[in-house]
Every structure is written in C-alpha cells, then in structure tokens.
C-alpha cells in the first residue's frame, strides 16, 4: 500500500521486520495466508499496522440476514479505512438517508412467522435494509459509518455516529472501554472505564508524580485526561469532541448484561445504570 522503501530505509526496514514483525507473524502460526475480518469495526490503523507487519487482513461486512457476507476487501487492493466492494451476486445501493441496502440470491426470505417484521426489512422491490450507515466511493468500497439507528443528534441538529467517536477514544492505552452521551444535548460527553495500570503509568511519566489519591475526581487529571481524548479525536469535526467526561468503576461485560455476544455496547442500559452520572455531567 504505498512506495517501495528505497536504500537505507528498505536496510533499516528489513531489520526491524526480522526482529519485530517476524515475531508478531510466529505468534499467528508462521504460515497464515490472510485473514478475514468481520463482526465489529476493525479499526483502520490496526488494520494498517498489521498490513505493513506481513499480516494480510481483509476487512470485510456482512449480517445474518444476508448469510452473511457481502462485501470484503480484495487481496490485491486492500483498503483498511473500508469493508471492500460487494461481492459477485450482491448489489449494494444506498438509500436516500444514507441506509446501506442490499440485494440478491443470499438475502433471506424472511424471519420465521414474523411477516410485519420481514416488511420492515426487506421492501417490495427486494433490497435488504442492513440499518448501518455508509458511504460507498467511486470504486465501489464500502465504508460503515455507524448503525442508523444509534446516530446521535445535537441539539443543534448536527449527527454524530458514537461508534466513530468512541472507536477513537478506545486508541488510547488509558481507554479500556468509553461510551458518549449525545443525543439531543448541546455537546459531547462520555462515560470512560480507565485501564488503571495504564492510566497510573502514563500519568507518572508525564507528569512526573503519582496519582493523586482521588484521580477519578482530580480537575488536573481530568484535563490532562481531556487533552489525551483531543488528541486521539483531532480528525474529527469540532462537533464531535468530547467536551466533558466521567470516570466509571465497572467495566460492561456480557455477565452485567450490558455487551451483546458481538460486544457491541447496550447504550440504553448503560445510560439508564449511569443517568445520575450524565446527569451530573451536563448539570456542572
């Protein structure tokens, strides 16, 4: 995906790909041709870092009403910032909102006796409402944005996708889980559950000193916190920064109820077992 490294650089390159990506490739077996990736978002730059280490991951989507797959990106033009064009036999086509649909021999029938339902998903016409957002370019490449449903709306009627957000605020190492508050608010908060050894380890060697012994409600930790969120958020529109946030104490699991098997989070759960929280969050 790019230059060939020339000279010095393809040396240098050489030597860290025999002591670094070497390893990384042993650890998946030595052998492995490629892989498919599928089931959640797979973050762009992981899928970059595992491309440039030898380790060919195909990013692609599907859902099980379409058995499952329908798109996925091709072996000899990968693009990681996307699930690939469709498929042969599938027809991809976006709705006038942006819905991602589909069409053709592998898209269900219809639910078990479950007729209303089945006519919300599939239309007269035969296309498979998927309920993701996405943007398809000019090659045919497939990018998600996020699921129609969950898009958030400022009170100033701008959407925000939470996924895309919080997918950014989960690259930093402090970060082990974040969900954002949005919809019909003035601005962006979120709920972040720290990787507290991390957390302690980057604050030492920052700021030079210990946690204080009530971080989770320090003001200095709060913004030295803010400002690594700003960072790992950047390329977003302004919109979409985290403006305010709230440490919690439980990680969500799927034994709390509060993950899908696929780990995806239930916002309205969370929300409700957090509400004094985000409620405190917008009334400060």
């Keep these: ?19 670094v990506n070497a390893q990384l490739r042993r650890k998946l077996g030595g052998r492995l041709r490629l892989f498919v990736s599928g089931g959640a978002a797979l973050n762009p730059k992981i899928a970059r870092f595992l491309l440039s280490a030898g380790i060919t991951v195909l990013p692609g989507y599907g859902l099980t009403e379409a058995a499952p797959v329908l798109s996925v990106n091709p072996l000899r033009r990968i693009k990681p910032d996307t699930v690939g064009p469709a498929l042969p036999g599938v027809e991809l086509r976006l709705s006038a909102d942006g819905e991602l ?10 639910y078990w006796n479950r007729p209303q339902e089945t006519a919300e998903a599939i239309d007269a ?44 605020l989960a690259m930093d190492p402090c970060v082990l889980q974040a969900m954002i508050v949005a919809d019909g608010r003035d601005y962006v908060a979120a709920l972040i559950m720290p990787d507290v050894p991390m957390l302690q380890q980057y604050w030492q060697r920052e700021q030079g000193r210990s946690l204080p012994r009530d ?34 104490d439980e990680e969500w699991t799927q034994e709390s109820g509060l993950l899908t098997p696929t780990l995806k989070l239930k916002r309205r759960l969370i929300v409700d077992l957090h509400k004094n929280d985000i409620r405190r969050l917008y009334a400060e």
Excluded: C
């Design 215 to 248: 971080w989770r409600r320090d003001a200095g930790v709060r913004d030295w916190m803010l400002g690594r969120m700003a960072a790992h958020t950047h390329d977003l529109a302004s919109y979409m920064q985290v403006q305010r946030f709230m440490f919690v």
């Design 1 to 19: 995906q790019g230059r060939a490294l020339r000279g010095g650089r393809a040396v240098a390159w050489g030597v860290l790909d025999r002591l």
């Design 101 to 110: 649909l589909a069409r053709g021999p592998m898209v269900m029938q219809g």
């Design 125 to 168: 016409e035969g296309w498979l409402h998927t309920g993701d957002k996405a943007v398809i370019d000019t090659d045919g490449y497939v990018r998600i944005v996020d699921r129609a449903k969950e898009i958030m709306v400022l009170s100033n009627g701008e959407n925000v996708p939470p996924a895309v957000v919080e997918q950014h």
